[in-house]
């Protein structure tokens, strides 16, 4: 039985001589092949001074070179930090600053942008890029070095450190509403058992042909790959550009496996599917599919499977709902994966009766453990639970996710909202602090709020009210540009509105965001989706 995550690969390889594990663009892969090359990273890593827990930092699109340093960091017994591509600079340096990074594993463009800001990043002694050029650094006492001259042959000797399953193996960071990104620390044993609960109730084989077209800085997106590891199937990584390309790939590659975030549903829906046959399964996640989407894609796709999912990144996967409910429920989020306990509720710890409101909390597993040397907030989101038997004297850490849902009287969950400000925009969530505070850099503002208004296709638009400063003549073109040199696109503010007078308070002084997206409720709701 599989423990760690990257046995997950070594253990298809030693099943699946022949089978093609990679697919990235014209360039394949096949379990042993990829087995060696994770092999060789770890190698790499180590003769590099990496050691055991230290984070290694993957700022790639999709591609080879990134599943290799993922499953590499694995097996040298560090933990990997998937960061998303879109993030900008600065943005970068601070995953890479707040957690340590001591290894960057990156493109010689990507690179070229951070160089000034990793300055800033004192820890990281190694910047390893895919381009065989060579790229020099400013920054003193930083190694710069190509990937083919880093790599050293898997046959080597080297002896890696021993790990276990309750080790962390990963980092991925998701924003929070009160400010900058949170690092979610998973270990082995949340990846592997997470895989395993993913390909049960979806069935995955090792036929299966599974598109990978979501972030792997996502939990969503890096579960494409460890499902289809799990079972030795073939992950197919994508890039795209637009949903169209989507679909050109699922007829050309026979994709039988697709996992999608709302927004990107709603535009594929619209698509001519005609031609489409091989498509097993459907999977959406990071927020509630629209029930026209639905009913567009169950016409478009009736032979296949359509799964309706819930998950948070302290978590990994909580709830799915078998295709055979949506019918009933189509507006449900199921129950509980294999191997997880979901509950509803109240204040005090105690469980909600059926159809009262609650906040959702996950116990089993797939908890995290916790973030990134931050106590106070991971005491405020992993609690402990009262002991379900008698004579148990410690405690079990639970999460609580901070939304609110019901359960029906049959167990399924229905989501009602989340108690914070959080922005669930295009499936990423957003802070709204984030957005804020480079409003307030340009010095132009008194005060200004961020929030999401709801919108036909990103779930969520952005919204920020600004109040310019006395004697400022301000214009919304200021503002936007402050938010596109310094943010990425599914940050950006789909409406900047100037007032001249204070934004409303709540009772406890600070600035009232719900009261102000009350009065945005309808206003992207004409638009065409």
Known sequence: ???????????????????????????????????????????TLHTLGLSRGERVAVYLEKRLETVIALFGTSAAGGAFVPVNPLLKAEQVAYILNDC???VLVTSVDRFSLLNTALSQCHDLHTVITVDEAQESSSIPGLNVTSWGQAQISSSEAVHLPRCIDSDMAAILYTS??????????????????????VSQYLNNQSNDRILAVLPLSFDYGL??????????ATAILMNYLLPRDILSIIKREQITGLAAVPPLWTQLAQLDWQGVQTLRYITNS??????????????????????LMYGLTEAFRSTYLPPEEADKRPD???????NAEVMVLRE???????????????????????????????????????????????PELAVWSGDTVRMDEEGYLYFIGRRDDMIKT????????????????????????????????????????AVPKTGIELKQDTLMAACKNHLPAFMQPGLIELRQTSLPRNPNGKIDRKSLASEFQQVFQTEEI
């Open 223 to 232: 579960s494409q790959l460890n499902t289809a590891f799990y079972v030795g």
């Open 176 to 197: 929070g509403s009160t400010g900058k990104p949170k690092g979610v620390v998973l270990s082995h044993r949340n990846l592997v058992i997470g895989a395993k609960s």
């Open 426 to 465: 295009s499936g990423y969530r957003v802070s709204p602090t984030e957005i804020e505070e480079v409003i307030y850099a340009t010095e132009t503002v008194a005060e200004t709020a961020a929030f999401g208004a709801p919108h036909p296709t990103l779930g969520q638009a952005i919204v920020v009210i």
């Open 332 to 338: 449900s989020m199921g129950k509980a994966i294999p």
């Open 286 to 307: 990071g927020g509630a599919m629209p029930r026209t989407t639905l009913a567009r894609l169950r016409e478009a796709l009736p032979s296949t499977e359509i799964f």
């Open 348 to 394: 005090d710890g105690s469980h909600c009766a059926p159809g009262e409101p609650g906040e959702l909390v996950h116990r089993g597993p797939l908890v995290s453990l916790g973030y990134w040397n931050d106590p106070d907030k991971t005491s405020a989101r992993f609690r402990p639970l009262a002991p379900r038997q008698s004579g148990l004297t410690i």
């Open 100 to 102: 340590n990074v001591r």
């Open 1 to 43: 039985m599989t423990s760690l995550f990257h046995e997950l690969v070594y253990q298809s390889a030693d099943r699946n001589i022949d089978s093609v594990a990679l697919i990235d663009r014209k360039r394949h892969l096949s379990y042993p092949a990829l087995a060696e090359a994770v092999q060789s990273f770890a190698g």
